[in-house]
């Protein structure tokens, strides 16, 4: 019982440490969809480690009805995670969350297989999550990784990594020792600098050889010019 207590303590606290917008403990307690749907959450695991039926996905299905947030009962989540404004947040059966864990609205652990096995993906601790990002299938994501907003990931993510893009790719690793960024090559955006280059330079041409009928077509329009120029000679 202590214990929960101070779990639960523990995830008003990160509301006050990761979310600039709390104001004050009764605010948070009142308006905190993030902070409700982990408590209901809460219950209803216990309830499913116990094997008692129905209940826990009822309790689960209340708690999408009042927060917009969507936790299976089996879902296994540390302590300390933050769900901020949550809206659309769906969190599947097989998934494990670690601690200290950040997730933004939108956020979709999913999975792809019907099978009876592990399915979703498992969060390291102090991870990341962007608004609108999808994890899908049983990947591992390492611990102090950045998902960025929209970002589809679908293979496993290595610890300090910060990844961006559909399908996801890792654009930089954080070295812990000096909390140093150091930023990867990203083929992708040199192929699409490339490109644009390179349209800029046809566009310069197209622009030219335009000017160059043009003129060409007004000579052709007035060729007493031409003779005249001629007998000038």
């Not at 990761?18 to 982990?38: F, Y």
């Not at 917009?68 to 933050?82: D, K, M, Q, T, V």
């Not at 999913?110 to 009876?116: I, V």
């Not at 140093?180 to 030219?208: C, H, K, S």
């Given at each position: 019982?202590?214990?929960?207590?101070?779990?639960?303590?523990?995830?008003?606290?990160?509301?006050?440490?990761?979310?600039?917008?709390?104001?004050?403990?009764?605010?948070?307690?009142?308006?905190?969809?993030?902070?409700?749907?982990?408590?209901?959450?809460?219950?209803?695991?216990?309830?499913?480690?116990?094997?008692?039926?129905?209940?826990?996905?009822?309790?689960?299905?209340?708690?999408?009805?009042?927060?917009?947030?969507?936790?299976?009962?089996?879902?296994?989540?540390?302590?300390?995670?933050?769900?901020?404004?949550?809206?659309?947040?769906?969190?599947?059966?097989?998934?494990?969350?670690?601690?200290?864990?950040?997730?933004?609205?939108?956020?979709?652990?999913g999975g792809t297989s019907t099978q009876k096995v592990k399915r979703h993906p498992t969060l390291g601790d102090r991870v990341v999550v962007g608004s609108g990002a999808k994890l899908i299938g049983a990947i591992t994501i390492g611990d102090d990784v950045k998902i960025g907003a929209g970002s589809v990931v679908v293979t496993s993510v290595p610890s300090n990594a910060t990844v961006v893009g559909?399908?996801?790719?890792?654009?930089?690793?954080?070295?812990?020792?000096?909390?140093?960024?150091?930023?990867?090559?990203?083929?992708?955006?040199?192929?699409?600098?490339?490109?644009?280059?390179?349209?800029?330079?046809?566009?310069?041409?197209?622009?030219?050889?335009?000017?160059?009928?043009?003129?060409?077509?007004?000579?052709?329009?007035?060729?007493?010019?031409?003779?005249?120029?001629?007998?000038?000679?």
């Amino acid at each position: 019982m202590m214990g929960t207590l101070r779990a639960i303590r523990r995830d008003i606290q990160v509301v006050f440490e990761r979310d600039p917008a709390a104001g004050n403990i009764i605010e948070v307690l009142l308006t905190s969809p993030g902070l409700h749907a982990r408590e209901f959450h809460r219950l209803a695991h216990c309830l499913w480690n116990l094997r008692v039926p129905i209940l826990p996905r009822v309790i689960s299905h209340l708690s999408r009805f009042l927060t917009g947030i969507e936790i299976h009962p089996g879902a296994r989540i540390g302590s300390g995670l933050l769900i901020d404004h949550g809206s659309g947040v769906v969190i599947g059966e097989t998934s494990e969350i670690g601690n200290d864990v950040s997730i933004f609205q939108g956020v979709t652990l999913g999975g792809t297989s019907t099978q009876k096995v592990k399915r979703h993906p498992t969060l390291g601790d102090r991870v990341v999550v962007g608004s609108g990002a999808k994890l899908i299938g049983a990947i591992t994501i390492g611990d102090d990784v950045k998902i960025g907003a929209g970002s589809v990931v679908v293979t496993s993510v290595p610890s300090n990594a910060t990844v961006v893009g559909v399908p996801g790719r890792i654009v930089a690793f954080r070295n812990p020792d000096d909390d140093t960024l150091e930023r990867l090559p990203d083929p992708e955006w040199d192929f699409m600098q490339g490109l644009q280059q390179r349209m800029a330079e046809l566009e310069g041409r197209i622009v030219l050889l335009e000017t160059q009928l043009q003129q060409h077509a007004g000579t052709e329009s007035h060729p007493e010019n031409v003779v005249s120029g001629k007998t000038e000679a």
